[in-house]
């Protein structure tokens, strides 16, 4: 190839004229990275957003089975981690190398603690069959109960009062579902709920979906926590071979930048799943 | 917008021939017009459009195909002016295009209040049509020159219930009420289609729309409502297998479709997927249609949708009574 | 690697005489699957994405038989209904979404920029084998009883049918990721790499228009990706936010789908657009006419494709209002692409015409692509639209558009950029005769399914009524012509790689800066830097018939450094 000064550089690729060039392009590569990333989620929110209008009161009864105290140590974990990685950046900048081990082992035990937390709020859960749909049985008698509503619900589907609800049915276009549920508002299907150690709340039909939201919403988080721990793991190793001891620190601003928007998307998740009702 | 108006008072008006051309079927409601007019004249601005390209296109590649002592002359790179022109003019035509579109929409989608109102249910693969006095029939008979509204909804998936004569096409959509309507302007019948990929029978998803001459409708309703008492109750189990959809799935020649045959099930004993079996009798009949999953007979899939609300007790009566005409045993 | 091998034969022959290039630089299959060379990456996409096209080909070669007859001819109801969703699932996510840009982009991106190669090769190959094993995954459902949804997989249909749509679905999940770091990796080469001189709007359009791709890669994918994993939990999970009886709402399903494939289908139109602005040049002789036009209407294309999706939903029972406002945007975008038409033909006038194949690609294309738009015009309007929805009607306009528009563009592109890939000239000859086998074939097969639709023949229908028999019949016979066509072209295009006379550096006589190098290019691409100018000022270039090539009257003219510093 052509000989440029750069050749011998080891931290800048043939195909970049040099080292800036290659920090602004994985720079860029990062952010577009991120809005992809943030589209991603973005559907999963805008799912919640529709079936939340569309059914209140599950979200309300839902969100009352979470444990705000361990969201809020989770919330308080992540943003402490993404401190950490941060000064991290500034550390390899300064090619302060020690300094920097300690900052990446740091935040890998953030995520760790973040895990491990939400593994306690699994197993909870678990225990009490608070599951996604199909695996959803906190009472046993619920199964008929559903049953019991698919019927009244089909009965009234086919007789001709229900056309009287059809008009506006039509005008709102996406609204809500008329057959099942609304055939049977919530409060006509609300059974007491004697869940030891639990308030009494009444439990409205479908409750089991919002943990499904809650489960693909908190477990795709959680795949990307992993994904950021195998990151920082990666970064510990290239530290111990000294591959930042030239001051070279793209890599660990990538890996903090993916970092804080992971730690930005549980905050949302914190807020819409735990906190507003 | 004012003078959009006028033109489109003027435009439908027009004569509202019934006759089929190259392109569009038959038009026999009253609001099929806005349609054909407005597919007329996209048709005409694109004849336009394309004939313009194309033949610039060629005379271009003649006069200046590349030969012996041609070459390319010069001549300017852009030119506003040109740019303007074949952005305005195009942005225009759309604009009419979709003013025209959306007005014809309206008309089509909103329904008079007076409509004469049908229920209609979709579901793999077949139609029933409910009217106001409960009768049930898998086609669709509508008197002429009187809008009739439609309400559907749907069993199962999402169907689409499609006239091409009548330019009609509204979604079937499980959990919801949709609407559509029209008024026929000639008596005969016409097809239906569903044209919402609904599986396997989509394609044979087909209905005959019979549009009664003046008077008629009501007669027929009369006489076909009261099939129960006019007919034996064999004949009316009969009619019923196949206006309810039965027919879809089960057949009563012996050969096994969706679900099984009908042919000499009275009184036979069924193996059921459990594991158990049971001798088909009027309760188990009884049962089968209200709860089909109830019970489910072994090697088949527990598909069969429930008739729970949507057949009267003298109907069954009449399906076992078949039934049994068909295992010989009266 | 059924083409590369001959494609390596050819160049073994002659490694003596001519110098070393991409394709003989190094040996040995390895040596291709872990090559981080832009180029190669390119030659491995254009053989897999050619075989997933030849597999949709073939499944519509037997869609087509099956209609010869109504009910039933060759296959049952089922086997049809699978038969088109694979059809369609192949062709859209296997062949023409990654299509161009994943191929000739790859190719031409970087020669044209003058630079090296993309900005993340990594990356560029992570993207080739995530295509490989999404398409592992959506070939195996195949195996393990097809799919039959339909390539739109509506719920709640997908969702309770018993074939293997998870397989499919998540094949496409991950062909989608494929396609955002292709796009990614695009938009950082074009915003980073882009040499000394070449601003903006000196870029050729074929990089506009890879870059407006890019756009709608990156921010309309994902949402496919969510809406499939979404969709792969409903059925896994029983989630329920599409299953009515659980509240959720069917509807909301397909306002997820069409946001990722209404955009999508612009990702198919805007490099076929790119190829064109290229050809129509090039091929009249003629700087291309309102280059600032074409180059924003590419953006504004891209932007407004996000506004456009509930089109598809006109019938679903959406609320008028909704209606209203997605049909009046979508005829926003039928103004960009007007404007794009008109500049190709402008560039024409005065020019000096020469109709070599991939020019002869580039008119079809402006004769099917009018069509196959315009068309979207009766599909925009409301009214017209309740009638033609989901009829023949619908799939005849986006074939004029896909087939007309997309696949006609990749076969120009294709032969205009052959050379270059492979340093082999084809047969003129036999490619004029399959350009024609072509445009005869596809207007024999699709027009006639204009009329059926608006007479009003469903889609999706295995049976149909005897009335539409005959129009089925000739679409029938057109898609053997078709077929045919493709055969011979497959024919002189494998045999060129062996037989085929040696390629100048510049065949067709381009101003980009690809055709500075030789064909096929070295491994690092250039020899020099360039200093890029107006990419279509074609006056410094002159026929040399010694090398059967053009060159420029004077070669040093864009050179930064002097020629001739090898490694
Ligand atoms: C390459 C892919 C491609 C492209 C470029 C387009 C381009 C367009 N499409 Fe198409 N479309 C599809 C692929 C594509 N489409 C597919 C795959 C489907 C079906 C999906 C499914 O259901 O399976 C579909 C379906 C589809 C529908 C839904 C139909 C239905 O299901 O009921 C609609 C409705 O508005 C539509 C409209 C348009 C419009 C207005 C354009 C415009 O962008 C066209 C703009 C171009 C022109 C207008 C022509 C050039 C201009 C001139 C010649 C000058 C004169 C111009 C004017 C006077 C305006 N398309
Ligand atoms: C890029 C997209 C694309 C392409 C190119 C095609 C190409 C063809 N399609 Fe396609 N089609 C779709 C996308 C496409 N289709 C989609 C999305 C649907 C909707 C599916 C659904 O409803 O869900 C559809 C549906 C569809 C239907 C409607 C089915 C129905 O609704 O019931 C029909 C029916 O005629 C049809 C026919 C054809 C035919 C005859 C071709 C022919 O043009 C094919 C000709 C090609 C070949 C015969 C292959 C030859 C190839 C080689 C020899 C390899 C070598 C090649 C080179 C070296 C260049 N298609
Ligand atoms: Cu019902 Cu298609
Ligand atoms: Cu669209």
Known sequence: MTGHAHAQDPNVAHHFENADQQYQSAKLGMWVFLATEILFFGGLFCAYAVYRANHPEIFVFGHHFLDKSLGALNTVILICSSFTIAWAVRAAQLKQIRLLKVLLALTLACAAGFLSVKYVEYSHKWKHGLLWASRYSPEAHHGEQRDHAEETGAESAASGETTESSPEAVQEGLERSKIAPAASGPAGLAVADERPGEEIVAEPKNAQVYFSIYFLLTGLHGIHVLGGMGAMAWLLSLARRGAFDTGHFTKVDMVALYWHLVDLIWIYLFLLLYLID | ?330 | MAVATPALAGTDTTDNQTPKNYLNASRGLLSWFFTLDHKRIGVMYLIAILSSFFLGGVFALLLRTELLTPAQTIMDADTYNKMFTLHGAVMIFLFIIPGIPATLGNFVLPLMLGAKDVALPRLNLASFWLWMIGAVFAVSSIVVGAVDTGWTFYTPYSTTTGTAVISMTLGAFILGFSSIFTGLNFIVTIHKMRPEGMTWFRMPLFLWGIYSTAIIQVLATPVLGITLLLLVAERTLGVGIFDPALGGDPVLYQHFFWFYSHPAVYIMILPAMAIMSELMSVFSGKHIFGYRFIAWSSVAIALLSFLVWGHHMFTSGQAGITNMIFSALTFSVAIPSAVKVFNWVATMYKGSIRLATPMLYALSFLFLFSIGGLTGLFLGALSTDVHLHDTYFVVAHFHYVMFGGTVIAFLGGLHYWWPKMFGRMYSERWGSIAALLVFVGFNLTFFSQFVMGSQGMPRRYFNYVDRFTSYHQISTIGSYVLGLGFFVIAGYLLHSLVRGDRAPANPWGGATLEWETSSPPPPHNFDCEFRAGDPYDLDDLRYDPEIKGHVRRDPESIRLHPKGAQQ
């Open chain 2, 1 to 330: 917008m004012m003078d959009l108006q006028i033109a489109s008072n003027l435009l439908s008006a027009l004569p509202e021939g019934t006759e089929p051309s190259m392109w569009m079927p038959p038009r026999v409601s009253t609001v099929a017009h806005h349609v054909d007019w407005l597919f007329n004249f996209i048709l005409a601005v694109s004849v336009f459009f394309f004939l313009l390209i194309v033949v610039l296109m060629v005379l271009f590649v003649i006069r200046y195909r590349r030969r012996e002592g041609h070459q390319a002359e010069d001549s300017p790179s852009h030119n506003m002016a040109l740019e303007l022109t074949w952005s305005l003019i195009p942005l225009a035509l759309v604009v009419v295009i979709f003013f025209f579109g959306f007005k014809g929409f309206l008309d089509m989608t909103t329904s008079p209040a007076n409509a004469y109102e049908i229920l209609v249910d979709g579901q793999k693969w077949n139609w029933s049509f409910t009217y106001p006095n409960g009768y049930v029939d898998s086609n669709l008979h509508a008197p002429v020159q009187r809008p009739v509204r439609l309400v559907m909804t749907s069993a199962d998936v999402i169907h689409s219930l499609y006239v091409p004569a009548f330019r009609i096409k509204s979604d079937l959509v499980p959990g919801r009420y949709s609407k559509a309507w029209f008024e026929a302007t000639e008596p005969g019948q016409y097809e239906l289609f569903c044209a919402e990929y609904c599986g396997t029978s989509h394609s044979d998803m087909i209905a005959q729309v019979i549009v009664h001459p003046p008077g008629e409708f009501e007669k027929w309703l009369e006489q076909a409502s009261n099939f129960l008492e006019t007919m034996t109750p064999v004949e009316a189990g009969f009619k019923l297998y196949q206006v309810r959809g039965c027919q879809q799935c089960h057949s009563v020649d012996g050969s096994a479709k969706t679900g099984p045959t009908l042919l000499g099930i009275f009184g036979h004993t069924q193996a059921l997927a459990d594991g158990g079996s049971i001798v088909a009798d009027e309760n188990y009949i009884r049962e089968s249609i209200l709860e089909p999953a109830a019970r489910v007979v072994a090697g088949y899939e527990p598909v069969m949708p429930t008739y729970q609300g949507r057949i009267k007790d003298e109907e069954i009566t009449a399906i076992i009574e078949y039934l049994k005409s068909l295992s010989g045993t009266e």
